[in-house]
């Protein structure tokens, strides 16, 4: 497996385009994105599970539910959420799209991000389809412009592996900096792939992965109400079909694996305000749901957040993290370190602080990039949960997102 | 009832003393308290869940098992914690302050807060038991400076009550201001009466309150290992002892009651960093767990925190805050609104939003005590939750709280 450029392009028979429609008021900013797949692929998708849903959720999950699909359509700015019509205005949008392409609207995918509960006007996609429809080429980081809200950084990604002696190419796009909490679904990732892989098991693979990817990242403990990771599959590498949980899709459940990894750290590492970002690494725990709660617990500690943003080894908010995390750990085996490029300080060991060199310690912590590693020493499960530092700008970006 | 002036020395038979012994290194800040009963009383104490749990709350378990006690010493600037020797340190700690004051060491509450995981020194105990003894009076404002850390406001309270014509009193302190979440416990309160009541009376009275009091508070989701309320009864009012659930227990109750919510809204109102105090109101529940769900959902939404600080009347994240809470609601019943001193704004109805000034909703959000109120119009059970907005200072002050 290699890492390789085109985002998700990079699969055969795959194209996008991001433009400006007219969602948002700055015109040098694409808010409409495009995805579109030569041939009809398998679809599989995992939503929010907040009772809050996005409108376009519901539509997407009806077309979805013969389990294939040709493209896939998202704006940013507005999240047709808590609005009047707006399932009417994303069926709208499809059938729109689906005449323009030659489609049929129930092959499309439609996603929304954005300020939730806002009237939404069906007028800028009029004027985005034709013009994403002319756009479209191999331009995947157009379209994860176009999704992007508060987000920084573009993330995209790709990575080619063989099945069979077939080249396969799998890829991906992700927007998600803030209302970071997914919860058996997560924030907005499509992903393409050329694997010829049955609609049953890409949905197995799909949900299989989130469980340790994206259910584990949390930038402010706030679970959307459009969360949506979509993969399309459309077979044009040529593999035999994966029809059963064999070797080829053990490789392909690595390979989304991979792209999926890569997705949560740039998701955490761009989250709102952050400056650093923070993978919570937990070990020797006697079973996974251990682990992950714990993980997790770290990752969400606003404390925890804080203090690294200070580059302060406050380590017994880890400890503190893991009492209340929910999971029965012994606390009086627990070891604490932080690690980074520029080398790793242990702080508690066996529950209790250890003596530690605070200079070395502020030199750790002062990197972009921190592990935080808890030892359970209680059995052989481990799990690793991705998150960012809690900074100044998370307040302002917050205090003031409408306006 | 009536709001009287005394704290925890409003009540017959209670002083307390607030002094500087070197725990700390600002000379100026006081950092141990002591508060006294001249005779025995009956004694409840409720402690935090989180599995990492400070020394002392081992050894205050242990002094209470016989429902009883005399004084209750408290330190703040370490909450010798996740240290070698913590519980070692607290007995001793109890017995220097019965030797001094002619007690038994197994009738006094001791208790601490401050940094997790700092090796702790008997020596500033030995300096300061003398002094708070020879201090010891009318002074309850300085005992609860003594507790204060991040805290920027003393928090203490008193009222008066009649039970069968006899005048009782009930008064109480707290320190809390960060890493509070508490879970079926709480920050550290500490509560007097003169009631004449029986040990398990007043443990029930107190694990009652608390559930729709103290465990409705969150500043920032984090759940201390130190959290404690504990409450001495000692009799001293002459009222008949309440030994059963009658009128009389039910006048204590309401009594405790405005007590506990009096500091519950001091505590989220003095959050670290808080510019605003945030009352969660839902109404119109199916059930008390499903109020109480969604009004601590919101309470501790990290993006609704911070439009509170911006005065963004941004319902969106309050729907979306109800729609991951786990509480099982029907969305679109929803209502809510926006409540100050400056008037009230309606913002959404029937989970939709609604047409209104966002002048209006600009200045309602700009006065410093903000009421989240909810209708679910489902039923008729209603919840109260306290927070705090989410400001730069919060990060300000966690992001280098140990230096």
Redesign the interface.
Known sequence: MKMIEGGICAAKGFSAAGVHCGIRKNKTKRDIALIYSETKAAAACVYT?????GAPLAVTKRHLADGTAQAIICNSGN?N????GGEALAEETCELLAAEMGLKASDIVVASTG?????MSIEPFKVGIPLLHQALGDHSAEAAEGIMTTDTRLKEVAVSFEIDGKECRIGGIAKGS??I?P?MATMLVFITTDCAITPALLQKALSGDIADTFNMVSV??????NDMVCVLANGMAGNAVIEEENDAFKAFMKALNTVTVYLCRRIAGDGEGATKLLECKVDGAKDLPTARTVAKSVI????TK??M??A?A????V??????SGA??D?NRIDVSFASRAGQVDV?RN???IDFSEEIAKAVLSEDEIEILIHLNDGSACSTAWGCD???D??????????
Chains 1, 2 share one sequence.
């Open positions: 599970t907040n009772l809050v849903k999240a959420t808590c609005n009047t300020v939730i509960g806002l009237p803030g209302m909490h919860n402010d403990g706030d679970t959307s109400t969400c500690s606003s404390l804080a203090a943003f200070g302060d406050n380590w017994g908010r400890l503190c993290a893991i009492g209340y029965a750990v606390v508690c529950g209790e602080g809690l900074t100044y998370y307040v302002k970006i917050n205090g003031d997102y409408r306006t």
